[in-house]
């Protein structure tokens, strides 16, 4: 029987970005595994999970036992879930999946039951201070191959998701409320028919576009725009509105024929339920590690093909490699697979973690080696700690004219 023989966290950030991977030793000489376990706003809490109440309760398993290990960890703290503990428990769930892929000789994909498709076509961002700015980094992004392009625009002097403008580092959180971290809801949605518009007239309409509301407008406001971008056919709209709304999206549904993608923010396969049940988006896009790793993501993937509803994992620069690899083995083994969300990875990244997942012809290709076929330099990572971040990584306040605050 091999078992568990040591559970750490690695803390590092080739891209400026806060990632924690979970490295998961084994009683097997050699065999370990990795996972993703990152909470890009509150990694130390993690790291604190899994260090002080995971580690304990696990060495000593079978690494075997992946589903068992899973819901005993989970209910070893009687109140479960929640983007800590189950960024903790995916770090530690993920590198299980890596080892048994390891033992096997197989891929994770493999191991799921194989691929339906070669690779995963990838969405990428086009982001401005100007619907100009994003225009042409759309252009660009075509230019080189890809065919799905999210598309988003600065409202002048406001801080606008996604863009240059979305200062995360530099606003103050109780300082005076500086032009950076305003957002006019209305004038945004103002804003962004107008910059598809522009994107139809000189794109054409051959290219998939995106949008990402990233749940920052009141519900009227979010079905009236998703009612505005449907005469320039959208891809999908995304994370409209925030987890807790979700009962608008009837309304919307009933009014708009824009195609619905949400779930970056849920923190449970539940919660994901009544959209599913009901029919009321197209695409599920949660982040694997925000619901606890790729057990409960392969069932909600499933989930999802009975209704018919397609997958579009959250793919953003706060995963890691590891956590990208599990996004592409379920891309490749779901026939409702709909999309991949990718940030292409700087060169550091690709050094510290070797065997990232190739990006090519607009498509995101799997390594094929067993497990996640990812290794980490752990002397490189090293070389790269956690920058230093206002107020330890919280998110500064985003607010209206008026100074309330906004809820993403
Ligand atoms: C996306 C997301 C991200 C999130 C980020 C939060 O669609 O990729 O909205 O950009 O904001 O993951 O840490
Ligand atoms: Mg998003």
């Known amino acids: 029987m091999t078992t568990i023989t040591n559970i750490s966290s690695i803390c590092t950030a080739p891209a400026d970005i806060r990632l924690v991977v979970v490295k998961v030793e084994t009683s097997e000489p050699g065999l370990t595994g990795l996972g993703c376990a990152t909470f890009t706003q509150r990694p130390l809490a993690v790291v604190e999970a899994v260090d002080k109440y995971l580690a304990p309760f696990l060495i000593g398993r079978n690494v075997s036992e992946i589903e068992d290990i899973y819901q005993s960890a989970q209910l070893s703290s009687y109140w479960r879930e929640g983007p800590v503990l189950n960024n903790a428990l995916s770090g ?42 994003t225009v042409d980094q759309a252009q660009q992004h075509i230019e080189n191959g890809f065919t799905h392009v999210r598309l988003q625009s600065a409202v002048p002097g406001q801080s606008t998701y996604g863009t240059n403008t979305d200062l995360h580092t530099h606003a103050t959180i109780d300082g005076p409320t500086t032009p950076q971290n305003v957002f006019g809801p209305a004038d945004y949605v103002r804003l962004a028919p107008k910059l598809f518009e522009v994107a139809r007239d000189r794109l054409g309409w051959e290219v998939e576009l995106l949008h990402d509301v990233h749940e920052r407008v009141p519900p009227y406001l979010a079905i009236q725009l998703a009612r505005d971008l449907e005469p320039y056919r959208l891809f999908f709209y995304e994370d409209a509105l925030p987890p807790e709304e979700i009962e608008y999206f009837r309304q919307m549904r009933q009014q708009s024929s824009i195609p619905i993608a949400m779930g970056e923010l849920f923190v449970s396969l539940k919660q994901c339920m009544p959209l599913i049940e009901e029919r009321l988006i197209d695409y599920i896009r949660v982040h694997l590690s925000m619901i606890g790793g790729m057990t409960p993501a392969r069932k909600l993937a499933t989930i999802c093909e009975a209704f ?64 996640w076929g990812i290794e980490i330099n752990e002397a490189l990572a090293k070389e790269f700690p956690f920058p230093d971040h206002p107020y330890n990584g919280a998110w500064p306040a985003i607010r209206d004219r008026d100074g309330g605050i906004i809820r993403p």
């Open 92 to 133: 530690v769930d993920m590198a299980l999946w890596d080892i048994k892929g390891k033992q096997a000789g197989m891929p994770v994909h493999d191991l799921l039951g194989g691929k339906c498709r070669k690779a995963a076509r990838v969405y990428v961002h086009a982001s401005g201070n100007s619907i100009d700015e």
């Open 308 to 371: 018919g509803i397609r997958t579009a994992w959250h793919g953003p620069g706060d995963c890691s490699p590891i956590g990208h690899a599990a996004n592409l083995a379920l891309d490749m083994v779901s026939p409702n697979f709909g999309i991949q969300e990718f940030t292409p990875y700087n060169q550091a990244t690709l050094d510290v973690f070797p065997g990232c997942n190739n990006l090519r012809d607009g498509c995101i290709w799997p390594n094929d080696r067993p497990g």
